[in-house]
């Protein structure tokens, strides 16, 4: 029959204490616990360990021997214990992760090799699609999703990655040319680089809740968000972007903000994983990191 190694435990406990009163304290048990465990211990054996007496106790020569292996049983233990919280501090194992291109693009392209570097043990496999993508049937831990309006409810596990305002902007060059629009009515004398074939309009709205509809002249329509950047950087127009898409542009001056006080509206970035995966500590690392990085307030669209 095998030992009950939490009766070696609660034996070498109470070696260790100097008596049962000691290692009961210790353990956060009472004190008869710790005498019936050393007891069912000598019973399985079929020997005496200690010498007993009112006052304390000693060890039998062959209780001295059980004593060293119950030690050396708990320092192993205790390894195994201090390998586990360490691969739990230090994530490793591959993480699978679906995105759109926007989103690989404009989000994921400069952080990933952050996130690989502080993680030299993780291997993240990153699949780029603009088609819906079963999460559990395809065998991946997370999707990274943009979207205007709330997601459908389903049993995945959501957790807001970015938020953003959608905002306008044109090439200095254009600018120059035709004039910065000075109210939101002013665009339809504008051309406007329309996301989607069949978009006739735009939807502003300003920080004081004020709402309205205008309809550029549709200089081109694109469903793609880099396609769209780049003619605007051209010169052909207005164009509607997430900030996270057009901020380098802006920021190197081949883009510019019009009408900042007014915004398209926002999109949303969101992590989705099934419910078990995202309990895994390696997935876990992934999602924390990525909701929390510098700059995570910002998004794309999918």
């Not at 100097?18 to 019973?43: H, I, N, Y």
């Not at 991946?140 to 807001?160: G, N, T």
């Not at 600018?175 to 910065?180: Q, S």
């Not at 950047?229 to 051209?234: I, L, N, S, V």
Request: with cysteine; glycine share 6%; net charge neutral.
């Amino acid at each position: 029959m095998m030992l009950n190694l939490n009766d070696l435990h609660f034996f070498a406990q109470a070696v260790d204490s100097g008596g049962f009163a000691a290692a009961a304290r210790r353990l956060g048990c009472p004190k008869s616990t710790v005498s019936k465990r050393v007891a069912t211990l000598e019973t399985a054996l079929g020997v005496q360990l200690l010498h007993r007496t009112s006052r304390s106790f000693t060890l039998t020569d062959v209780g001295r021997d059980v004593y060293d292996h119950a030690r050396a049983v708990m320092i192993e233990a205790q390894a195994a214990e201090t390998v586990v919280h360490r691969r739990l501090a230090e994530p490793s194992g591959t993480v699978r992760i679906t995105a759109s291109v926007p989103v690989a693009q404009f989000q994921l392209a400069d952080r990933l090799p952050v996130l690989a570097r502080r993680y030299p043990k993780l291997r993240i496999q990153l699949h780029v699609t603009d088609r819906f993508v079963d999460l559990v049937q395809e065998g991946f831990d997370i999707a990274i999703r943009s979207h205007f309006a709330a997601l459908p409810d389903s049993d995945l596990v959501q957790r807001r990655m970015a938020e953003e305002p959608i905002t306008l902007v044109a090439a200095p060059s254009y600018v120059a040319e035709r004039g910065a629009p000075q109210a939101p009515q002013a665009l339809g004398d504008h051309d406007g680089l329309m996301a989607g074939m069949a978009t006739k309009s735009w939807r502003l709205g300003d920080a004081s809740g004020h709402i309205v509809e205008v309809a550029p002249r549709p200089r081109l329509h694109a469903d793609e968000s880099t396609a769209l950047m780049q003619a605007a950087q051209a010169g052909l127009g207005i164009v509607c972007l997430p900030r996270t898409i057009s901020a380098q542009a802006v920021s190197e001056g081949t883009l510019m903000r019009v009408l900042p006080a007014w915004t398209a509206g926002r999109v949303t970035t969101t992590i989705l994983t099934p419910h078990k995966r995202g309990q895994l500590p390696a997935v876990r690392a992934v999602i924390d990191f990525l909701t929390q990085a510098e700059g995570a307030g910002d998004g794309a669209v999918a």
